[in-house]
């Protein structure tokens, strides 16, 4: 299973809290950790982080906590992903042109391919901003990939296929980290049907 790491997840779902507060508002470390459940020094370390790469901001004081040092139209679940665990990628050799540590890859006959999939994950990170997480789910957020004119699927650039399947199915994620802070995860799974 491909799956981010639980310091990405947590970093996402802070980052998202902190989208949805108004104005000037700011949230303490142990606010947020009794909001989403994380635990303070997990929360106090990400914050810290977070504020190293310059994705958030924060005041001292008894009234004190932490912001968004933009705004969460402008920030996108990419950047906080790779501020808390570097390059998105799913092997080490599809992150960039360098080798990483694999020792397979002066032969490798799918190293290119890696490349453009871990391309197409970025580039669905990238598409999702802060502000929609903040907000209520929608059917689709990004569609990944190219379409298999083979497959039935829609011509390249085209997602209305895609859009009409989500729209029918009407699936929301399961995971407790996709649902607004404080409310109550999901118990009940959902999943697409295939058409």
């Known amino acids: 299973m491909l799956r981010i790491s639980r310091l990405a997840d947590y970093g996402v779902v802070l980052a ?7 104005g000037a508002e700011l949230r303490s470390v142990r606010d947020l950790s009794r909001e989403t459940g994380i635990p303070q020094p997990t929360v106090g370390k ?15 004081g008894a009234r004190g906590g932490y912001r968004l040092a933009h705004r969460p139209e402008t920030l996108t679940v990419a950047q906080v992903i790779t501020a808390l665990e570097g390059p998105i990628g799913v092997t080490e050799c599809g992150i960039d042109e360098d080798e990483g540590d694999c020792e397979l890859s002066g032969r490798c ?4 391919n890696w490349q453009l999939i871990n391309q197409a994950i970025a580039r669905a990170l990238e598409g999702i901003t802060l502000a929609e997480m903040a907000s209520p789910p929608q059917p689709v ?3 990944l990939g190219r379409s298999h004119p083979e497959r039935g699927a829609m011509a390249e650039g085209s997602g209305e296929a895609f859009h009409s399947r989500a729209r ?3 699936s929301i994620s399961s995971c407790p980290s996709a649902t607004r802070p404080g409310s ?6 959902t999943s697409p049907r295939r058409g």
């Open 46 to 60: 990400i914050l810290k982080q977070l504020g190293r790469e310059g994705l958030v901001g924060s005041e001292r």
């Open 141 to 143: 957020l990004v569609t």
């Open 16 to 22: 998202t809290r902190l989208a949805m507060l108004r």
């Open 184 to 189: 109550p995860p999901t118990s009940s799974r």
């Open 168 to 170: 029918r199915s009407r």
């Open 109 to 112: 006959d799918v190293r290119g």
